[in-house]
C-alpha cells in the first residue's frame, strides 16, 4: 500500500516538475474527449431535430385528419372508410393508427378506428381530457411493446370542431418513430466508425511522437543542468573574491618591501603578482557571468562622452601593447561629438576587454583605435589589429561562453573565453551592437556601435 502511495506520488512531483509533458498529457485526452463530444453532440441534436420534424408531421396529420371527420361524425361507416383510407395510402408512412372518438360521459368513446376491433371501446386517458379541455393539440413521445420490441410512438390527440369553434371529439393519431431510429442508429453507427478512426490515428501520432517526449525531458534536464553552472559560477566567484583581495593585499605590502629583497625573489614575487591578476580577473568575469545570466547587473546610464573613457582605456593599455613591440594608435573623431546614453563603467569594461584582445592576439604589427561619427545618429568605436585573426567558423562562435579558437597561434595564449560573451552582454544591454571582421593571419575588427543622444537643431 505504502510503496502503490509512494509511486503515486512520485508520479504527481514529476508531472509538477515537467509541466510540459503534463500539457502534452492534458492535450492527448483533450483530443480524443473532443472527439467524443463532437459526435455525442452532432448525432444528439441531428436525433433532436428529426423528432421534432417528426412531430409537426404527426400534429399536421392530426389536424387534416380532425378537420374532414368534423363533417363526417354523423355517418361512422363513411368515417371508418376514410379513416381507413388515411391509413392505408397513409399520410404519413409511419402513421400506425387513427382513432377518432367523442365524449361519453367523463371519458371517450371510440367512433371509429383504422384498428377496428377497437371501436365502440370507451379510453379514459388524461391527455384526451386535457386536449378536450384546453381545445388544443397534446402531444408526447409514448413506448409500446410488441413481440418484445420496443417502438417509440408519438401520440397526438386533436381536438375535432365545427367552424365556428364547438368541439364534437378528438382524433389520435399515432406515429412511430422507428424509421428515424433506424436511421439515427446508421449515423451513430457511422460517427463511432469515424470516430475510432480518428481516435486511432492520433494513438499512431502521439506513439510516433513520443520522441519529442523524450526531448522535452532532456530540455527540462538541460535548463537544470544550466541552472546548477549558473549558481556553481554565482557561488565559486563570491567565495574565490574574498581570498584574492585578500592575497593582493599581502602581496602589495610584500611589493613595497621588494627591493630588500634578493633579485630571484623579487622576479618569484613578479610572477605571483601576475597570476593573482589573472586569477582576479578571472573571479571578475565569473562575476558578471552571473550577474548578467541572473539578470542582477544593473546599468547606469548618463550622458557620457565617449572619447574620454576610450581615452583613458587606451593610456592604461598602450604601456602593455608597446612592451609587445606593437604599435598602438588612437584616432578619436575630432569634431563635435554629442554624447551617448552609457554606463561609463560598463562601456569601459568593453573597451578593456577589446583591447586587451587586440594587444594579446597580436604578435606583432599594430593595434588601432578609431571614433567615427559620420552624423547619423550612430557612433562607432573600432579596435583593429593585424593579429592572428580568425576563420569564419570561429566568428560565428565567438560571443559564446567559454568559447576560445583552438588553433596553433591562438593555443598558447591564455584566456577563459568570457571576455567576448560579457562583452556583447554589456553592449546590448545598452542598446548598442558589437560587430566583428576578421581575416585569419591578417588581423581583426571589432566594431562596437551606440547611438548618440540626439541634439536639438538651432
Ligand atoms: N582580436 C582578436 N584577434 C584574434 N582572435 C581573437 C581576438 N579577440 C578574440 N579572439 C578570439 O576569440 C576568443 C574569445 O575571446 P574572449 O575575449 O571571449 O576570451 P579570451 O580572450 O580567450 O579570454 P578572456 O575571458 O580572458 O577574455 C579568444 O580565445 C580568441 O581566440
Ligand atoms: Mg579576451
Known amino acids: 500500500m505504502q510503496f502503490i502511495k509512494n509511486k503515486i506520488s512520485s508520479y504527481i512531483r514529476f508531472l509538477a516538475d515537467n509541466q510540459q509533458v503534463f500539457l502534452s498529457l492534458l492535450l492527448i485526452l483533450l483530443v480524443p474527449g473532443i472527439l467524443v463530444f463532437n459526435t455525442v453532440f452532432v448525432v444528439k441534436s441531428m436525433d433532436d431535430n428529426m423528432n421534432y420534424e417528426l412531430r409537426l408531421k404527426a400534429e399536421m396529420a392530426g389536424s387534416i385528419v380532425a378537420r374532414y371527420s368534423s363533417d363526417l361524425l354523423g355517418d361512422p361507416t363513411q368515417l371508418q372508410a376514410k379513416i381507413k383510407l388515411t391509413v392505408d395510402e397513409s399520410l404519413h408512412s409511419s402513421t400506425r393508427k387513427v382513432t377518432i372518438m367523442v365524449p361519453e360521459g367523463e371519458n371517450f368513446q371510440v367512433l371509429a378506428s383504422s384498428d377496428q376491433s377497437e371501436i365502440s371501446q370507451i379510453r379514459p386517458q388524461l391527455q384526451y381530457t386535457v386536449a378536450w379541455h384546453q381545445h388544443a393539440t397534446i402531444a408526447q413521445l409514448v413506448q409500446t411493446v410488441q413481440n418484445h420490441q420496443t417502438e417509440r410512438l408519438w401520440q397526438v390527440v386533436t381536438p375535432i370542431a365545427t367552424p365556428t369553434g364547438s368541439k364534437l371529439g378528438l382524433v389520435e393519431i399515432l406515429v412511430s418513430t422507428a424509421d428515424m431510429d433506424a436511421r439515427t442508429q446508421t449515423v451513430l453507427v457511422n460517427s463511432v466508425l469515424v470516430l475510432v478512426a480518428s481516435i486511432g490515428l492520433v494513438l499512431l501520432l502521439i506513439a510516433n511522437n513520443a520522441r519529442l517526449f523524450q526531448y522535452a525531458l532532456l530540455f527540462h534536464k538541460l535548463q537544470e543542468v544550466d541552472k546548477m553552472k549558473d549558481n556553481f559560477i554565482s557561488i565559486a566567484s563570491h567565495e574565490l573574491k574574498t581570498p584574492v583581495t585578500a592575497a593582493k593585499g599581502f602581496l602589495s605590502l610584500v611589493e613595497q618591501e621588494k627591493q630588500v629583497l634578493p633579485a630571484e625573489i623579487q622576479s618569484d614575487i613578479n610572477k605571483a603578482n601576475m597570476s593573482l591578476e589573472r586569477l582576479s580577473d578571472l573571479v571578475n568575469d565569473l562575476l558578471n557571468v552571473s550577474r548578467i545570466e541572473q539578470k542582477r547587473l544593473a546599468i547606469d546610464p548618463v550622458p557620457t562622452d565617449i572619447r574620454t573613457v ?13 612592451k609587445k613591440g606593437l604599435t598602438i594608435e588612437y584616432h578619436p573623431f575630432t569634431g563635435e561629438l554629442p554624447p551617448v ?3 561609463p563603467a560598463k562601456f569601459r569594461q568593453i573597451m578593456v576587454n577589446l583591447l586587451t584582445n587586440a594587444i594579446k592576439y597580436t604578435i606583432s604589427g599594430k593595434v588601432e583605435v578609431n571614433i567615427i561619427f559620420e552624423d547619423l545618429g550612430k557612433v562607432a568605436v573600432s579596435v583593429k589589429d593585424t593579429g592572428i585573426g ?26 577563459t573565453g568570457l571576455g567576448l560573451w560579457i562583452t556583447k552582454q554589456l553592449t546590448e544591454m545598452m542598446d548598442g551592437k558589437i560587430l566583428v571582421e576578421s ?7 571589432f566594431t562596437v556601435v551606440f547611438s548618440v543622444i540626439p541634439t536639438k537643431k538651432k
Do not use: P
Open 310 to 322: 576610450v581615452g583613458e582605456v587606451f593610456e592604461d593599455l598602450s604601456g602593455s601593447a608597446q
Open 341 to 343: 546614453l552609457i554606463d
Open 390 to 415: 580568425m576563420s569564419a567558423g570561429d566568428m560565428e562562435k565567438l560571443f559564446t561562453q567559454f568559447y576560445r579558437v583552438r588553433n596553433r597561434k591562438a593555443r598558447d595564449i591564455v584566456g
Open 439 to 445: 581575416i585569419e593571419d591578417v588581423g581583426s575588427r
